[in-house]
């Protein structure tokens, strides 16, 4: 199969969706990769890199659309793709549909094959192609959040690690799931006092068998939270109900009982996130404050790390891309349910429940 890989050209995009290391499997097995010239550019890789490993190279992004059976990216097409995707063209990457209207009536115009990473499902329902892109943002909360307790930057000057004869500083973090899990790991890594909060019993029981004993669970309701945020340094928002807006679990009023210069990393911002104050924020400009409280709500954490970010993405998708490419993608849905729970729209059709509903007002489905 021929695959294509072109340069994502959204603002402030540095992924690629496929590493020399995906190339060298494809091109093993008989495929033939062609990448846009410096496709990998942002996250470290030359276009020297994939022609050692056997890719060619293509000059234009037009290129690489016309010539690909299945194009692989990272973010949905943009409004100057619409046009290059092609009639039973395989297009595997992130689309987030039901967010746009637009892209959802393009890929249904074009008549493409959409296969969505975000619902791909693993044997337990999980979404294996969402994890590692949690996992980065739940580590660089931690980073983040360090770095905005510095005073220059109108934190609370507190140092997480603290030094001999100083209390560390003191980290909430709120859903003990992957992002929650992560953050709590590299809070306590650097010597900070974690509480870690979750509604799920076994969540926490998990966190409190791996974690160290620095790091305490505890149960996630309103008098637990609105103690704790008067008393942490740094407040991560790692909740997620699936399917839903985040819960509002730390509301406008709370704000005046924190110290001023406490820091919030409202990791759930791409589901509206936890704090009733958040608005999503660029990597431009991460940070905003309300009443002395300092809140950081990038959207798109894991863009600020792209080498991190492609080779964690690509780890877990080049194994669907291998099985899109030796069986074609009808037999490869056919023989992974979990696969198949990707395949969003198909030759014009809307065939995943959630985007019709989602456009059930303004569009006419067929
Ligand atoms: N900003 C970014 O760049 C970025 C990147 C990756 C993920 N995210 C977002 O981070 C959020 C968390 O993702 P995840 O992969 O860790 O989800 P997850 O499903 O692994 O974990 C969410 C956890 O929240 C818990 N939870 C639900 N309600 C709660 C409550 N009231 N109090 C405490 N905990 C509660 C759940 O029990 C679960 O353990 C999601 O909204 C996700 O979209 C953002």
């Known amino acids: ?73 990272v973010k949905e097409p943009i409004a100057q793709e619409y046009g290059l995707v092609r009639k039973g063209q395989v297009v595997f990457t992130y689309f987030h549909f039901a967010s746009s209207q637009p892209l959802t009536e393009a890929m249904i115009q074009s008549k493409a094959i959409c296969i969505a990473y975000e619902t791909v499902e693993d044997r337990n329902g999980a979404l294996p192609l969402l994890t590692p892109m949690s996992e980065v943002a739940g580590r660089m909360a931690i980073q983040q959040g360090a770095k905005f307790l510095e005073k220059p930057v109108k934190g609370r000057g507190v140092l997480l690690g603290g030094v001999p004869g100083v209390a560390p500083g003191k980290v909430l973090v709120i859903g003990a799931g992957t992002v929650g899990i992560q953050a709590a790991k590299m809070a306590a890594g650097l010597g900070a006092h974690v509480t870690i909060l979750d509604v799920n019993m076994d969540r926490l029981r998990y966190v409190n068998d791996v974690m160290p004993p620095h790091v305490v669970t505890e149960y996630s309701n309103e008098y637990n939270i609105r103690n704790h945020i008067k008393t942490h340094d740094l407040i991560i928002g790692g909740v997620l109900l699936k399917g839903a807006k985040a819960p509002r679990l730390i509301t406008k009023d709370m704000l005046k009982t924190m110290r001023p210069g406490t820091v919030i990393v409202d990791v759930a911002v791409d589901q509206g996130g936890c704090v009733e104050t958040t608005r999503p924020t660029t990597h431009e400009d991460p940070i905003f404050i309300i009443d002395d409280v300092v809140h950081y709500c990038v959207a798109n954490m894991p863009g600020a790390v792209p080498h991190t970010s492609t080779v964690a993405l690509t780890n877990v998708t080049l194994p669907y891309i291998l099985r899109l490419a030796d069986k074609g993608y009808e037999e490869a849905l056919n023989q992974d349910p979990g696969l198949a729970k990707g395949l969003n729209i198909q030759a014009g059709k809307v065939v995943y429940e959630p985007i019709k509903e989602a456009f059930a007002d303004q569009m006419q489905m067929n």
């Open 1 to 73: 199969m021929k695959i294509g890989v072109p340069k994502e050209i959204k603002n402030n995009e540095s992924r690629v969706a496929m590493t020399p290391a995906g190339v060298n499997e494809l091109v093993k097995r008989g495929h033939e990769v062609l990448v846009q010239t410096e496709a990998g550019i942002g996250s470290g890789f030359s276009d020297a890199d994939y022609q050692a490993v056997g890719a060619s190279i293509e000059s234009t992004i037009e290129d690489v659309y016309a010539k690909a059976e299945m194009i692989v990216k």
